[in-house]
């Protein structure tokens, strides 16, 4: 068993002092920006107000063509005194001048605009830029009033390109027999990207796979941690090879492009970038085009010499441009949204992982180190009272094990029901499909065998236990929605009405219930409907709905070549899950729980439709409904299925008012927040809050907000969590969130051993006695196939080869932050790891692989399901 992990995170070092970097910075000047506000407003017909203007475009082509160029201001083009460029020395004048003239010409094209063009260019001519010389700390950061590190804005761009910069100047080879490896330097919305270039392929499956390994640089902060963090994670990017892409309306690719400097020796100058463009099939004009705000799209304007290829080559041929033409090269980068397939598998093993890691660590030293290691949290335990294993050479203890889950299971589900009985409509495409899925959801529930029979309808008695079975046939409404070609008029409004016309006849289809019901549907996943708003799944979940039954989608069996069982197995269970039924596991703790403490999970749905608080609340003690859900409607807990089944109607859930802003949305959200802990004060309540989800609308989640035992409100001062219930803690939750917040992980191993994984619950070495943040790992699912630990990707052997092939899973981290764990009674404090060791625990059950959050959370956010399924009540949304 490991006893420490090892974040892919760095901080920067004390023993060294402060890094210091003298740069060079410029500004976008008032004049600018009036007159080219003003210039930009001429075209403007959108019926949403006009942002401001598209710099974005403008410094991507700036870091595509001008050397040096490290980072760029968010904001600049609005607040004159944010610094615009910032370079490690200055740009000549005349690079930035073409690049910014170029770009201004951009602006308004159009015929009609070219007097107002000539005008501005004459005027914003006769302003040169500006360039002052800085000194900028990377490592000097404010603190808030509990200690947080507060790093100044301009790090979170500067400090990542800074860190990938330096990395790229050095190749990797993990063993001396492997070529090297060298990185081109790519910038995201998010941190900065090294990705390898140039990229690899392995030559099974045909051959012509390729892939380049990515490292991600990201800048983060670590409640009531005073410094900074540095998080650095790696993983593969599979490239489209191949004669031809196809790219649907509404569907675009991103493209990273190579290309030779437009200043100075072109030919032999060092490449050290990537720039991110994109290709998006333009319905107008009939053909693919570059996207609007593409780096690409000038280049060709600045560079009167050379030739930039069409989108429409590059789709053409994908693999001839992966490779290069002409001193230029362009890699489009795969995804499974574009109906390809890879034989690349993503992800890296842990021992690969390891090894960039240290990479990384001799980079950026002295100036970095690596964060310290984390150890197990001592005295607490790291998994509930869970079912023993049993192993398949042992039959008979497997069948007691099987029993006792599926009586826990009836014993959930009787809970859910109250009483009533279960109606299920198994519907499917195929007539041999529903023998499978009737036999199945027997056997979850532990129904006698005898009962099921090849009948249309059913019924099943048995432990306390009635369901009402139907049998049926999807039909037409399993055809794709029929919708008009892009660029018809009134397109949206006509898909609209189809996908109402579907809804109405699934509706139709199906007696209305108003006991408990549930259809488990065999519908094809939604790559099979390429064409654009022709998926029916949201359009039948609503209809479905308006019958009284909740939908488990289930991908047809016959002719498949995956695993049928275990996608069975999961539907099953999660139509089980929908109805509200909860088989507890019960947490383990040095000290007793709070007498009938209950879990709440909170969670914010976001649409076009405006937010939606889900809460989600667990009372493991129930005899029935054990699982509830707050409808801010009726004031109320109602069921989770009923719940679920209201949140699909259309518009429900969502208040559009006129005049609402996002500063409105979040008082609500508040609001709503504040109405909920009211409702929990009569018991002891464990409210568990994802922050990443939550923070943009309760504010008072930043890491730099939070002060230890108090919650927060806008236009509150901060009060002891006391002042909300008595018996109420709090506990924060971060996972990645597509920003990669959390840190890349690995156990490590004596030297010579492969890096491998471990669960647990993690804290830093250092034993403080007030540590309130820890990181809780959770284990392999079990229906992932198990690959060797040393497996490699990034090696010239037979082996790495084939390893390129295999598809590697990472447990998913979550930081847990023990935030409000003051006690009632003061002579007898809580223990903030016993609170966390509680969160970790609710990821584990007897019925599902690890969850990647606590139950209550994961299912408020398995509500998204329903709640983005129903329709737009406002025209405007349009």
Same mark, same amino acid.
């Given at each position: ?398 069948? #007691?094990?099987?029993?006792?889950? +599926? !009586?826990? /299971?009836? $014993?959930? @589900?009787? =809970?859910?029901? *109250?009483?009533?009985? %279960? ?67 009134? #397109?949206?409004?006509?898909?609209? +009405? !189809?996908? /109402?016309? $579907?809804? @109405?006849? =699934?509706?139709? *289809?199906?007696?209305? %219930? ?365």
């Amino acid at each position: 068993m490991y006893n420490q992990i090892r974040t892919c995170a760095f901080e920067p070092d004390p023993s060294r002092g402060p890094w210091v970097e003298q740069l060079h910075v410029a500004k976008f000047a008032e004049q600018w920006r009036i007159e080219l506000t003003d210039l930009y407003a001429l075209g403007w017909r959108s019926r949403e107000a006009m942002a401001g203007l598209p710099v974005r475009h403008l410094n991507q082509v700036l870091r595509a063509v001008a050397p040096g160029v490290l980072a760029t201001g968010r904001g600049a083009a609005a607040d004159p005194s944010v610094p615009w460029i910032y370079t490690d020395g200055e740009v000549p004048a005349e690079v930035v001048r073409a690049a910014f003239l170029t770009w201004v010409m951009s602006l308004r094209p159009e015929p009609e605009h070219q007097g107002a063009l000539d005008r501005v260019l004459d005027l914003i001519s006769s302003t040169a830029v500006e360039w002052l010389p800085v000194e900028v700390d990377l490592t000097s950061v404010d603190l808030s009033a509990a200690g947080t590190a507060l790093p100044p804005r301009r790090l979170y761009s500067l400090l990542p390109e800074l860190v990938a910069t330096r990395l790229a100047q050095r190749s990797f080879r993990a063993r001396e027999s492997d070529r090297e490896t060298r990185f081109r330097v790519v910038n995201r919305d998010q941190g900065t990207e090294l990705v390898s270039w140039p990229p690899r392929s392995t030559p099974f499956d045909g051959g012509g796979h390729f892939y380049s390994v990515v490292v991600r640089v990201t800048c983060h902060t670590v409640p009531f941690a005073a410094s900074l963090r540095v998080h650095v994670s790696t993983g593969i990017r599979r490239w489209v090879a191949g004669d031809r892409l196809f790219l649907p309306h509404r569907r675009s690719a991103t493209a990273l492009v190579d290309t030779p400097s437009l200043w100075g020796d072109g030919a032999t100058a060092a490449r050290t970038r990537l720039s991110v463009n994109s290709i998006r099939y333009d319905a107008r004009q009939g053909r693919v085009v570059w996207g609007r705000n593409s780096p690409i799209g000038l280049l060709g304007d600045l560079d009167i010499i050379g030739s930039y290829p069409k989108a429409e080559e590059v789709v053409s041929s994908p693999e001839t441009w992966l490779m290069g033409r002409e001193k230029k090269a362009v890699g489009l980068v795969h995804s499974t949204a574009l109906e390809t397939t890879h034989a690349v598998g993503t992800g890296l093993m842990p021992d690969e992982r390891a090894e960039l890691d240290q990479w990384v660590a001799e980079g950026v030293k002295p100036l970095l180190r690596r964060v310290p290691d984390l150890v197990r949290v001592p005295r607490v335990r790291n998994k509930p009272v869970l079912l023993p294993a049993a192993p398949k050479t042992k039959p008979e203890q497997r069948e #007691r094990l099987d029993w006792q889950i +599926e !009586a826990d /299971r009836r $014993r959930g @589900l009787r =809970a859910a029901l *109250a009483g009533e009985p %279960l109606h299920l409509d198994v519907v499917t495409i195929f007539p041999e499909s529903a023998d499978r899925i009737l036999r199945e959801f027997a056997r979850r529930l532990g129904c006698p065998e005898e009962q099921v029979t090849s009948e249309v309808r059913q019924r099943w008695t048995f432990d306390g236990l009635e369901v009402r079975l139907a049998v049926s046939s999807l039909g037409d409404l399993a055809r794709k929605v029929d919708v008009p070609k892009s660029g018809t008029p009134h #397109r949206p409004a006509a898909v609209r +009405e !189809a996908h /109402r016309a $579907r809804r @109405l006849a =699934a509706g139709a *289809a199906f007696p209305r %219930l108003d006991a408990p019901a549930i259809a488990l549907v065999e519908l094809p996943g939604g790559d099979r409907f390429t064409e654009p708003d022709s998926d029916p799944k949201s359009a039948l979940r609503l209809g479905f709905a308006d019958s009284g039954r909740l939908t488990q989608f289930i991908r047809p069996l016959p002719g498949s070549d995956d695993d049928v069982d275990q996608r069975l197995r999961s539907a099953c269970l999660d139509a089980c899950r929908q109805l509200g039924a909860f088989t507890s596991a019960e947490p383990r703790t040095r000290s007793p729980l709070p007498t009938g403490l209950q879990y709440v999970g909170l969670w914010v749905v976001r649409a076009a439709q405006g937010r939606l608080l889900v809460a989600v609340r667990v009372r493991p003690g129930e005899e029935v409904q054990q699982v509830t859900a707050w409808d801010d409607r009726v004031k109320d807990w109602v069921p989770y299925r009923r719940f679920l089944l209201t949140s699909s109607t259309a518009g429900a859930p969502f208040r559009i008012k006129g005049g609402r802003n996002a500063a409105d949305d979040r008082l609500d959200v508040e609001r709503r927040i504040r109405s909920i802990l009211y409702q929990c004060r009569d018991r002891p309540t464990l409210l568990l809050v994802n922050s990443g989800n939550l923070r943009e609308s309760w504010p008072s989640l930043l890491n730099g907000s939070l002060v230890k035992d108090h919650l927060g409100f806008t236009g509150i001062h901060d009060q002891r969590v006391g002042a909300y219930g008595e018996e109420l803690r709090v506990v924060l939750l971060r996972d990645r969130n597509s920003r990669e917040e959390v840190p890349q992980w690995y156990a490590p191993t004596p030297e010579g051993k492969p890096a491998g994984f471990a669960s647990g619950l993690w804290c830093p070495g250092d034993g403080q006695s007030d540590n309130r943040v820890f990181a809780s790992t959770a284990d392999l699912p079990r229906s992932f196939p198990k690959t060797p630990r040393g497996l490699r990707k990034l090696g010239d052997d037979v082996l790495s080869h084939y390893g390129a092939t295999v598809s590697a899973w990472n447990p998913q981290y979550v930081e847990i932050t023990s935030l409000c764990v003051a006690s009632a009674d003061e002579d007898s404090p809580d223990s903030p790891a016993e609170w966390a060791s509680v969160a970790h625990q609710q990821r584990f059950h007897n019925e599902y692989d690890p969850l990647a959050q606590p139950f209550p959370v994961h299912l408020a956010k398995k509500a998204e399901e329903y709640c983005l399924s129903a329709e737009p009540i406002d025209d405007e949304l349009e």
